[in-house]
């Protein structure tokens, strides 16, 4: 489990862990006369020697004296990897070749990220960078980030908030494509890269990805085969929630994914096409669920095969569909089943994702009213909130309200 | 460094990991006839045996198949702890007695959070449960959280966000004591508890806290023991961020401590005694900060020796001081001096604290301008956020602005 981003303390040209702006001390010590030199030379001694047995060596040097058990870019041997080549890109456009090797390579260099290598996962959300048009908008984000970060507290993966606009023409859904690629090449550690949307949340914090199920796939999303070869419907999966394998299948399948976005010249054929080939999508604009519908079905043999179209379970659950007001507030199973979509007898979904409600525009689906959203997000989160609570000694009594008591000590075990 | 968070797996009488509402498969089967009871049978037997294929264990059973390296309770054994007392409680009004042996006890029945444990840093922050009165202050908490969560991840610490009122009474900065406290007794594999407030963040990101500075005391905030001892000043410590070791004393301590807050019968008379012994307190409440310089400053035999005032590093770094916008902006260090406050030539504090700008509410120190406030916030964070991006192939050019530019391959190190 990776504890300290190897990325960060890596030295390429490329990437460097930090931004350091100073004038150097030359300059400082040759502009002024000798008393303030000699004053400052002084001052400078003082506080250098003083420092030097109180702070701590920074990071990027070698601190072999280290008493850690985090794997530590600051133990394995500074060799030059791939990160020094100039011709290594983040972005969508700079093609990256050989990527297994290269990653394969940078694990060698990093033995102290060998352990656990194999499942590795990095999670990865984020939201826009301005605040948001909701009043209450932000609110939700914040809470649902905290989701998150229990959930992979509790799970041992790392996070990673995305608030940046990497690609300027790529907005929207298609914003995550540079931001997964780039977290792909920053973690090499990582074998996987977990995306999932801002307004989607864990509510079963014990439940844990079956990786092994996985273990032929590149990229898994919440569908069903038959809604996306013989229905060619458009929700016939999600891809607001996916894990795609850090590797160079991926980073090739992202490029032709990619490529029906607002930043390329075929964007608004790419919109026509998936609009025809897929008949229930109701808006013209080429969108990225559509685009990977369109891929497993359109170009089959090319990579149907690596790609794991799970319902198994609530790798993604439609908030609707998981009827959250009934579920979270009123204390009762609900047993739903039908076509392709068997359910089961789930006492907690895994995932719920709150599609359509769109928490920081507010510019919810008008299938829904705003208080379906908001207050069917209010009790999701509350239902996480308590699994992470109750081992701290509290809980909400009630679902609707933010309210927490101590749990009684005659409280019955789960 | 804990990946799992064990408190979670343990199956206590007082705290469990989640909330289980069902109504029993019997009263199902009952209430309704024949015909129906066959279908439903046959349906779940379907159910069933196909989830026992497909769907995983859920993890309070323990899994000895499961391939992980992380350190996992569904690994160790199952014995009977401190956490089936049903004497043992999380709040402020319940006292704890022999925290340290029960740690002591808990870490021997679980051997796989043995390696780290002298280290292990489980930080705490967390805002109000409501909707910020700020049009911006959930925005600003959103980038705070991340700013942290970034931090921790680099570091291998745990994080956890606490948004609920705990004890209806204690609001405010009276707040924190009891998440500290719930934090402690549900991570015994914590030896430290890492307080930092919704409004501070980590502007070195490669700085790593000295923790054998620390290791024969219980407590640490930033101060000066002048400040505090002869001055009497309210200014002479803060806290906002601190370091607090998981054991009995610190427990006995924050009795002590939150023994002056809003909960108490003695509230007013220690806004009383706290404003005529720090002669600078400006505000009638009793609070925090005060209480604590008091304690050290009034009670100094019985907690000193165990209080670390840290200033040799910016372990809480008032933004006002740190001139965040000539810092942050105009690239420049600055050498600071002054009295008993030694900064030191640090060309990025550790951590930069908004006190007096309140995002959240917006209520900043009328001291400040609105615009000093979110302008120095914008560039911190944008500051900090170029140390995280930088790995990732990206930086922010401009710190005032949000915008990013992919890092051209020319770019000089740092």
Redesign the interface.
């Known amino acids: ?1 990776v ?3 190897p ?2 303390h ?2 390429p ?11 150097s001390k030359t300059s400082i010590f040759l502009s002024d006369g000798c008393l303030f030199l000699g004053g400052a030379f002084s ?2 001694l003082i ?1 250098g020697v ?2 030097s047995f ?3 060596i ?3 040097i070698p601190n072999l004296g ?5 794997p530590d870019l600051r133990l394995d041997p500074p060799d030059r990897t791939f990160y020094d080549d ?2 290594m ?3 969508m456009e700079k093609k990256v070749h050989n990527w297994d090797k290269k990653r394969e390579e940078w694990l060698k260099h990093h033995p102290s990220f060998a ?2 290598a194999k ?1 590795r996962i990095m999670t990865v959300t984020g ?1 826009q ?4 048009k909701n ?5 939700l ?3 649902f ?2 989701n998150k ?2 959930y992979c ?4 993966y ?4 995305n ?4 690609h300027p023409k790529m907005f929207g859904y298609w914003a995550k494509y540079p931001v997964v690629k ?2 792909m ?2 973690h090499p550690e990582a074998e996987w890269i977990y995306w999932v949307d801002s307004d989607a949340l864990f509510t079963d ?4 990805l ?1 990786l092994e ?1 996985y273990k032929d796939h590149n990229l898994v999303v919440h569908g069903w085969p038959r809604l996306i070869h013989e229905k060619r419907s458009w929700t016939g999966l999600n891809a607001g929630v996916f894990l795609i394998r850090n590797c160079q299948w991926s980073l090739d399948f992202m490029d032709v994914w990619a490529s029906m976005g607002p930043q390329t010249p075929n964007y608004e054929k790419w919109g026509k096409t998936l609009r025809s080939t897929f008949k229930d999508k109701f808006f013209p604009e080429s969108d990225d669920q559509t685009g990977l519908a369109y891929l497993i079905a359109i170009e089959k043999d090319k990579w149907a095969d690596k790609i794991y179209l799970e319902s ?2 609530f790798f993604e659950g439609y908030w609707e569909e998981i009827k959250v007001s009934e579920r979270y507030g009123e ?3 609900k ?1 739903v ?1 039908g076509g392709d979509e ?1 359910v ?2 789930l ?2 979904p895994f995932i719920t994702h709150f599609t359509g409600c769109q928490p920081c525009s507010g510019d919810h689906n008008h299938m829904y009213s705003a208080d379906a959203c908001w207050n069917g997000m209010l009790r999701a989160l509350n ?1 996480a ?12 009594p009630d679902l609707g309200d ?3 008591t ?2 009684p ?3 019955p ?2």
Chains 1, 2 share one sequence.
């Open positions: 489990m504890s300290s981003d990325s960060y890596t030295v040209t490329m990437a460097k862990s930090s931004t350091h702006f100073h004038r001052a400078l506080v003083f420092f109180t702070t701590p920074p990071s990027n280290s008493v850690t058990t985090n100039p011709e890109g983040y972005t352990a656990g499942e939201s960078p301005k605040p948001c009043p209450i908008g932000d609110h984000l914040l809470r980030f905290k970060v229990d507290r509790l799970h041992g790392d996070i990673y908030y608030n940046a606009l990497l780039a977290a090449l920053a914090m014990d439940f844990k079956p199920r198994e379970y204390l009762r199973e047993f089943r068997v089961g007898r006492k907690r239902f909130d308590n699994q992470v609570l109750r081992p701290h000694g509290y809980m909400h933010n309210g927490v101590p749990i000590s005659d409280y075990p789960p």
